[in-house]
């Protein structure tokens, strides 16, 4: 007797070569299952586009392998058997970005620059001077170091040329902070070009001054901490003289084990709730494939919302919507790639060539090995990480 198996909406089904994955995006559970040839006219069905995830089956046909394959999808909710004819479909949405990407290479019109200005979301500034160090800029916001620096009022005419109502976030990363006026004036424009600015600042630039104007603003500050003598000192001096009260937010920059452990301690100690572990790579290769490398241990507790696992087909969830000005007035989307204009174009321009280039916003895992991979669209979108080690995958799987 004829019967329907329809997969829900929330499930997904991917095949690479001899693997398939079942992942529920509402339950979060994932089922790993061998794609033999015998299933391989049972999952195609079901993907073709026409299907809407929805085949007849007559189950006393099914091959064993088939009628295991159906068992796990029904015992495990990944989908259901209804009558035939079938009453119910599912439909996978598909996000608008791509429609917006094909119209703007088909015709760039007024009508959608107006579309594509909604995507530009943040703005990242590096004001520049001199900061001997490390280019750690190129993986976490951390000052850039330049011999001239962005004056307050080139910051602020990029912001009025730039200017639109999609702007969320400003972030601005200081390098050195030599006058205090500078911070006081920027902030009130800032605060008035976009909802939420943040100000990243290295803990060694801190000084009683800095510090004490930084906790008026009513902006957030992120404090860069580093591991090496002269930060530990400095942020050691700022804890014990704002000891249980807080005013910034603390990025640990973390290389090895030992920093990882010295930063908990210190979490600990002096009672930091906000705060944020960012690993560094710095020839430290063991530490990130033991540390920061997914395993399959993290890939299984991976739960992600149907949005996000859409999303991670589309666009890069860590880059999109943030163009970056460094202090040489060029602009880029992704600082470990060649600007995508300057300072002094128009925001259409810059977006429209990170559209067509796109050196970040839409770099998703579409490269070797994770295009061969099942779990393609439940790992993280490719970030900086990826870039500075030269390869594609941030795992031990492959
Ligand atoms: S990083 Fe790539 S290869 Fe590794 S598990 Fe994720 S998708 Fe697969």
Redesign the pocket.
């Known amino acids: 007797m004829k019967q329907v198996l329809i997969l829900f909406p929330d499930t997904f089904l991917w095949l690479k070569d001899n693997t398939g994955l079942l992942y529920n995006a509402k339950s979060f559970k994932k089922d790993g299952f061998n794609y033999t040839t015998a299933l391989r006219s049972l999952c195609s069905a079901l993907l073709f586009v026409d299907n809407l995830y929805t085949i007849e089956i007559e189950p006393e046909n099914l091959t064993a392998e088939e009628v295991k394959f159906v068992d796990l999808v029904i015992r495990k909710k990944y989908g259901f058997i209804t009558e035939h004819p079938a009453k119910a479909y599912s439909l996978p949405p598909v996000l608008s970005i791509q429609n917006d990407i094909k119209k703007m290479e088909l015709n760039l019109s007024r009508s959608v620059n107006e579309n594509i200005l909604k995507y530009l979301t943040t703005l990242t500034i590096y004001t520049g001077g001199r900061f001997p160090g490390p280019l750690y800029y190129r993986q976490t916001y951390y000052p850039f170091h330049s011999e001239s620096r962005l004056e307050n009022s080139e910051i602020l005419n990029f912001l009025d040329h730039i200017h639109s109502r999609y702007i969320k976030k400003i972030n601005i990363v200081f390098s050195r902070i030599e006058a205090i006026n500078f911070l006081i004036s920027l902030s009130g424009k800032l605060k008035a070009a976009a909802p939420k600015v943040v100000y990243y600042c290295h803990v060694r630039e801190l000084s009683d001054n800095i510090t004490s104007i930084l906790t008026q603003l009513d902006i957030t500050t992120i404090l860069i901490c580093e591991y090496e003598p002269a930060s530990l000192t400095a942020l050691r001096d700022f804890l014990e003289y704002h000891r249980g009260l807080h005013p910034f937010e603390f990025n640990f920059l973390i290389r090895s084990q030992t920093e990882y452990n010295y930063w908990e301690h210190l979490v600990s100690q002096y009672e930091i709730k906000l705060y944020k572990y960012i690993p560094i790579y710095d020839n430290n290769y063991a530490f990130f494939n033991r540390f920061v490398?997914?395993n399959k241990e993290d890939?299984n507790s991976v739960a992600l919302s149907k949005r996000i696992v859409f999303a991670h087909q589309s666009v890069n969830i860590n880059f999109f919507g943030e163009l970056i000005l460094l202090p040489d007035g060029l602009v880029y989307s992704n600082v470990n790639k060649p600007p995508i204009g300057c300072m002094q174009d128009s925001p259409y321009d810059l977006i429209k060539n990170e559209l067509h280039k796109n050196y970040a916003w839409r770099v998703i895992?579409d490269q070797e090995?994770?295009?061969?991979?099942?779990?393609?669209?439940?790992?993280?979108s490719p970030g900086q990480y990826e870039l500075i080690l030269g390869k594609?995958?941030?795992?031990?799987?492959?």
């Open positions: 490398f997914l890939i895992r090995p994770c295009s061969e991979c099942v779990y393609q669209w439940l790992c993280p594609n995958n941030l795992c031990t799987l492959k």
